[in-house]
T-cell receptor
Framework: NAGVTQTPKFRILKIGQSMTLQCTQD?????MYWYRQDPGMGLKLIYY???????DKGEVPNGYNVSRSTTEDFPLRLELAAPSQTSVYFC??????????????FGPGTRLTVL | GQNIDQPTEMTATEGAIVQINCTYQ??????LFWYQQHAGEAPTFLSY????GLEEKGRFSSFLSRSKGYSYLLLKELQMKDSASYLC???????????FGSGTRLSIRP
């Protein structure tokens, strides 16, 4: 199993550009998550999904969009990049029966800089 | 809202024992996670406590007191490779209720 994979590893965007961060998991997990981590800080939940076709906002969803058309893929879209979105983005997945009590498996992260 | 508090930095000596504390508001969390994160890498799961008491896994142990809103991670026989950030996270009744602390950056000196 590859686990959770993310592409790209690094990206530099100009203000106002858009991009999609890709995330794929091959563990047949029903839950998937997107987090951002600013330097020296913890993880902030952007969006999550409890299964294909179902997504919901986390703590910091503004400026982002997601979709979940398959169990495996959970892309994160930035429409109008802003410097405040400079961060490291982690995708994670878990097999969850009751919501928030299951181990999350993280991808390697995407380091995004917006100039 | 719910807060997770943990020290920002700690330093310990190779071969010694270190305890990393985490406090949280008691409402809303079903249990406590601990994750390890090496610099520039993704977090990896260490432990999850849902019952009060100490759970031991080799050199690492985790403790939870739900009534006090308190948890700690105990690392024994410290090795240089244990230099990392340790994230405490509260697990809740839904996926959106998982709240991460800012992490404790642990440095091990020879």
């Amino acid at each position: 199993n590859a686990g959770v994979t993310q592409t790209p590893k690094f990206r530099i965007l100009k203000i106002g550009q858009s991009m999609t961060l890709q995330c794929t998991q091959d563990m047949n997990h029903n839950y998937m998550y997107w987090y951002r981590q600013d330097p020296g800080m913890g993880l902030k939940l952007i969006y999550y999904s409890v299964g294909a076709g179902i997504t919901d906002k986390g703590e910091v969803p503004n400026g982002y969009n997601v979709s979940r058309s398959t169990t495996e893929d959970f892309p994160l879209r930035l429409e109008l990049a802003a410097p405040s979105q400079t961060s490291v983005y982690f995708c994670a997945s878990s097999y969850s029966r009751d919501g928030g009590s299951d181990t999350q498996y993280f991808g390697p992260g995407t380091r995004l800089t917006v100039l | 809202g719910q807060n997770i508090d943990q020290p920002t930095e700690m330093t310990a000596t190779e071969g010694a024992i270190v305890q990393i504390n985490c406090t949280y508001q008691t409402s809303g969390f079903n249990g406590l996670f601990w994750y390890q994160q090496h610099a520039g890498e993704a977090p990896t799961f260490l432990s999850y406590n849902v019952l009060d008491g100490l759970e031991e896994k080799g050199r690492f142990s985790s403790f939870l007191s739900r009534s006090k809103g308190y948890s700690y991670l105990l690392l024994k026989e410290l090795q240089m490779k244990d230099s990392a950030s340790y994230l405490c996270a509260g697990g809740g009744s839904s996926a959106s209720k998982i709240i991460f602390g800012s992490g404790t950056r642990l440095s091990i000196r020879p």
